[in-house]
Nanobody
Framework: QVQLVESGGGLVQAGGSLRLSCAASGSIFSINAMGWYRQAPGNQREFVAAVTSGEITNYANSVKARFTISRDNAKRTVYLQMSSLKPEDTAIYYC???????????????WGQGTQVTVSS
């Protein structure tokens, strides 16, 4: 079994910062890409940021220059440092990872349970 557990969400004023964490655990051989998505009420889930196993990063245009994604492979953890937060960043943030459970796997996609981020104006 594989689990992704997020933490670090909360309520923050506009202009403030938050740091999200997502730790992977369970039967894991290797982790490929890790990333973050978010879903605001009434909206579809959208891509926020991702980082490959080689530390190549990619960001949605709406968060570029404000959010930074990073990972600690030893801890099997991905982080999202969010700065200059805006009310429109309010959403449930979900961790996502492509994980191989053995060397013969192609990898499967896993999701965390989500953590709420609320930015007040």
């Amino acid at each position: 079994q594989v689990q992704l557990v997020e933490s670090g969400g909360g309520l923050v004023q506009a202009g403030g910062s938050l740091r999200l964490s997502c730790a992977a655990s369970g039967s894991i051989f290797s982790i490929n890409a890790m990333g973050w998505y978010r879903q605001a009420p009434g909206n579809q889930r959208e891509f926020v940021a991702a980082v490959t196993s080689g530390e190549i990063t990619n960001y949605a245009n709406s968060v570029k220059a404000r959010f930074t994604i990073s990972r600690d492979n030893a801890k099997r953890t991905v982080y999202l440092q969010m700065s200059s937060l805006k009310p429109e960043d309010t959403a449930i943030y979900y961790c996502n990872a492509d994980i191989k459970q053995s060397r013969w796997d192609y990898g499967n996609n896993y999701w965390g349970q989500g953590t709420q981020v609320t930015v007040s104006s």
